[in-house]
C-alpha cells in the first residue's frame, strides 16, 4: 500500500511539472532577417563587408538561433539583459508601429549582444532599410478623417524636408516636422549636468583613412571617418536626451544621467552616452561605440563593480 501511495504522489508530481506553464521565446517568425551573410568580402583584417558596403566585424550578423535566444531572454526580462537602461519592447501585432518597434529591440539587442555597446552594429544587417520601408508606408486608421489628417500632415512634413512625393527613402518618424531633421543638435536643449562629467571620446576622427571611408577607432576596429563627432554637437544631442529623459532618435531608450561619483552612477552614464552616441542621427544611425574607448572604460568600471564586498 505505501509503495502504491509513493507511486501515486510521484505520478501526480510530475503530472504537475509537466502542466506547469512555460514561459517561450518570442516567436522567430516575427523576428526580421538579418538580410547580411557573415564573413562577405573579408578584407583579411577581421573586418567585412555589411549593409552599404560599411565594414563590420566578420563574425556579424550571428547566428541567427542564438540572436533569438538573446532576444527572448531580453523581452523576457523586459529590457536588454546586458544593457538594463535599455528597455526590450516586443509587441505582437502587425501594425507598423508594433513591427517598427520589434526591429528597434532587434537592433538594440545585436548592439549589446555581449555586453554593454558590445555587439554587432546595425549595418551587420538591414534591420534601417527595413524600418525606413515600414515607416515610409501610411499608417492605416480606423478614423477616417484621423486618416486624412495624418495624411494631410505627413505630406507637409514631407514637402517641408523635401521628400519626394512617394516618401521614398524618408524615415516618416523623422520628418513628422520641420525642426526634426536627423541632426544632432536639432533637438538640443542646454545642458542640466556638468559637461565634465562627459567621458573624452579618446579617438580622434579621420584617424588612418583607408580611402574608402573608414578610419581606425579603438583597438585597430574600422569605423567611419566621421567618427567621433564634434565634442560639443555631442554634448547637445546628449543634453536633449537627458532632458527627455530618452533617446530622442530612439525614444525605446533610456537616458539616465545621474551625477554623483558611484560605481553605478558612473555606468550609467556611460550606458548613456553610448547609446547617444549610436542613435545620433536616427534609430540605430550614429557612430559605433568603437569610436570612442567608452567600452573599454565601461567594462573596467564594471570590474570593479563585481570586485566590490556584497556583489
Known sequence: MKSTAILQLAFAAVSYVAAAPVRRGVDPSLVPEFGIAPGTNPTGTGDCEGNKGVAIPCTCPPDRDSFIAALSANVAFGHDVNNTVVPAPFPTDNSIQSQVTRIQTAITTLQNLHGPGVGCPAAATTFLAQIAALQAQPEISSTPAAAAATSSAAGAAGAAVGADPAGAGVITASATSASQAPNPTANSVAPTFDVSLVPEFGVIAGSQPDGTGNCKGANGVLIP????????????????????????????????????????SQITRFQTVISSMQNLHGAGVGCPAAATTWSSQLAALIAQQASEPGK
Do not use: E
Not at 250 to 255: S, Y
Open 225 to 264: 571617418c566621421s567618427c567621433p563627432p564634434d565634442r560639443a554637437a555631442f554634448i547637445d544631442s546628449l543634453s536633449g536626451n537627458v532632458a527627455a529623459g530618452h533617446d530622442i532618435n530612439n525614444p525605446g531608450v533610456g537616458a539616465a544621467f545621474p551625477t554623483d561619483n558611484s560605481l553605478a
